[in-house]
């Protein structure tokens, strides 16, 4: 196991050069959302909503609990809420504007999650995979593709890889976005491992982060220490920074939101570690768990080399079943510490 604080500074090394950070080239890798969502090499597009039964909803049903809870196969009926309902609540406009989001990927990270479905080579900081770009590049060719969609186009989304290894970045995008597009929204997605590099960054970060515009998801790798050390591949001790990262994010004033991914290892123990997880998530915030969505893993192509791969390292994919993990989040432990009428809530409109 390594230690993923210092492999983040080396790839930052390597990710950022002359004001240009390097982002992953997308095309051709194999990965999820699939080909037919690369819009060049280096962008791709994400309907976080891409059901016809929500599109061709009003928005007052798509607002609806119809929405809400889990589907007939155990699973979320609205798998990703976020961006789409974090922007149309935190600008409140149609949901309908933010569901298609425009996408790039740092081409670096410090973790090797077992089940990601990036491809390792793009996220090796290598600019054999990627190539730089400005932040000014970067938003004219969110506006050229804005132009030519079809449908609404108001979303920068960073991903990555790692992009917190690089939060100039965020600043950068974010502010060019202001200068040409202001009615846009900035999606960030992150791993929360990089607390000592936010800190360094702390104020151009809080600018951002604290406007109405900009939403951050912060993934968490599991609900045990010992979980997280086997899905990324990290030292167990990162596992408790990611309690820390998410706080600091949310002191800076971040419209803060998370994931996590629907893994449990020892399926006896699967209730045990996602109550001590809840609880923890609690210390932070006493609504946290309530912004928190499980994340369904599925076998995209380059997810299925990274857990061969993993398996090979001795960090296979557990036995347990994503369904039952799903059954005991939502359906046992929210119960057991909220409300009802809680429960009945999208992740954006509970209050932190």
Do not use: H
């Amino acid at each position: 196991m390594f230690n993923s604080g210092q492999r983040a500074q080396a790839l930052r090394k390597n990710l950022i050069k002359d004001g240009k950070y390097l982002l992953a080239k997308i095309g051709g890798a194999g990965q999820d959302p699939g080909e037919r969502k690369v819009l060049t090499d280096y962008f791709r597009f994400k309907d976080y909503i891409d059901k016809p039964s929500w599109a061709n909803s009003s928005e007052k049903e798509k607002r609806s609990e119809k929405y809400l809870g889990l589907d007939e196969n155990g699973f979320k009926k609205t798998e990703f809420q976020n961006p789409t309902y974090s922007a149309s609540y935190s600008l409140k406009r149609n949901l309908r504007e933010f569901s298609k989001v425009f996408t790039m990927q740092v081409a670096g990270c410090n973790y090797v999650c077992n089940y990601c479905f990036v491809p390792r080579e793009l996220n090796s900081g290598s600019e054999k995979y990627g190539r730089f770009f400005s932040a000014e590049e970067i938003v004219d060719e969110f506006l050229k593709i804005k132009e030519q969609s079809e449908t609404p186009m108001n979303v920068i989304r960073i991903s990555g890889g790692e992009c917190m290894i690089v939060p100039e970045l965020i600043v950068d995008v974010y502010e060019e976005m202001m200068k040409k597009s202001p009615d846009s929204y900035l999606w960030v997605d992150i791993n929360l491992s990089t607390l000592e590099i936010i800190k360094n960054q702390k104020k151009p970060l809080q600018k951002v982060l604290s406007q109405k515009n900009v939403g951050v998801v912060g993934c968490f790798k599991g609900t045990a220490k010992e979980d997280f050390s086997i899905i990324t591949g990290a030292e167990e001790k990162f596992y408790q920074e990611q309690f820390e990262t998410a706080k600091l994010l949310i002191d800076l004033g971040a419209d803060f939101y998370a994931y996590v991914p629907a893994y449990v290892y020892d399926e006896n123990l699967a209730e045990e570690k996602l109550e001590g997880f809840l609880l923890e998530l609690q210390k932070i915030n006493k609504n946290l768990p309530l912004r928190l969505e499980m994340l369904k893993i599925e076998n995209f192509p380059a997810a299925k080399i990274n857990f061969e791969l993993a398996k090979k390292e001795g960090r296979a994919i557990p036995n347990t079943s994503q369904k039952l993990i799903f059954d005991l989040w939502y359906n046992k432990l929210l119960p057991k510490y909220y409300l009802k009428s809680d429960l009945k809530k999208f992740c954006c409109e509970i209050e932190l």
